[in-house]
């Protein structure tokens, strides 16, 4: 893969529009000028391209900006791996930390139909832009809630493209850690488009874990080991993502999440003890076969949870046990809520992060009323924000905490 700093993401691309916005990222359409030789995995004379630009965060970072600069290109060179993480801030070492992932992925996984290709790298004073496969097909749950008919021979194939893409990366020793519907987006409109498993920005290669990197995970999604890693024990494995899909085939087969709670508290509570149920009125007419595969990816104990292999030949993933049928009615209108709520809120977190208003707002009620946010997700944010603060962005905490 190219890395020269001194190249410029103009000369080689027409960048366009916005295609999204992240935590610490925007997502750019982009064209590219002419074909180029230096491009990573992938098809290199790829036209149409996604531009996500990861930018640093915070006054220590801007302070030390060359030092970071050389810091990111250590983390693309060879067999540098991951030495200066203990000294950098969260906002930097996440951006390091998915260069480095996606490093991995263009050496030992791509190209593969259903995990996302890096094509390029380039870095220059805005931040580092990862030159992407452009995925223009829509996020998975927004195309399901779209479909006319929705079965769960529907809802297995889109397991089985999830799977395959994990099965891939758990190979090469990569855990995702924040697999969510909103990180697979299909490659384009055709109803037969591959979906792809993208953002590695919480990723961890191999033996690589760091409980502060697994904060920024949605509490939803994220396996009980996983919590109890922020306590300071447990361990996180390819088996954790297994549990996220677990979730997902939850949410697509009845159109809400497995754990519903008041608090973030008591939600954490239940998914450390597992505790959730097939509601009688929404799952009596889904097969036993799914609630037996949603049943083995939510257990506890993650060496009783099935790999990401085993299940690509589970007779419901296959196809075999799944119904034809068209689902209840009820279940995609929920599904719909669920989805339109959870935007509405990954928007406002967004744009929390990415204007500064999270760090110029004074006091916690003003993004509580502004953004209609629940508690538990003030919490988290408030969580997140400590930890930066800690991590070296000091000038902002006291205002924050006012
Ligand atoms: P998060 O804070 O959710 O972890 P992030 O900063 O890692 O986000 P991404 O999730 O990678 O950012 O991207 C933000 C949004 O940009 C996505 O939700 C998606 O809509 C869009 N996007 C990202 N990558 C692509 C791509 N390759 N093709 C098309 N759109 C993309």
Redesign the pocket.
Known sequence: MGHDETRKLSDEYEVSN??????????R?GTRKKPTTTAGAGDKTQTY??I?T?RRLGPSSASAGSQKSSMISSAMGLGLGFPTWKQVSVSDALLTN?IVVMRKIVEDVSPHKNV?HLYDVCEDQSGVHLI?????GG?LFDRIVAQKKYTEVGAAAVVAQIANGLAALHKAGIVHR?L?P??C?FLNEREDSPL?V?????SSVEDFTDPVVGL?G?IDYVSPEALSLQGGGGSVSTKSDMWSLGVILYILLSGYPPFIAQSNKQKQQMIMAGEFSFYEKTWKNISSSAKQLISSLLNVDPHRRPSAQEILHHPWVIGESAKQEQMDAEIVTRLQRFNARRKLR?AA??SI?SSSIFLRTKKLKNIVGTYDLKPEELENLSVHFKKLCAKGDNATLSEFEE
């Open positions: 916005i295609l999204g916005r992240g935590g610490f990222s925007v997502v359409r391209v996604a996500k990861l998915e996302i992407l496969e452009l995925c223009s996020e924040d969510k909103e990180n987006l792809k993208m953002d590695f920005g919480l920024f949605s990954a977190i967004a992060w």
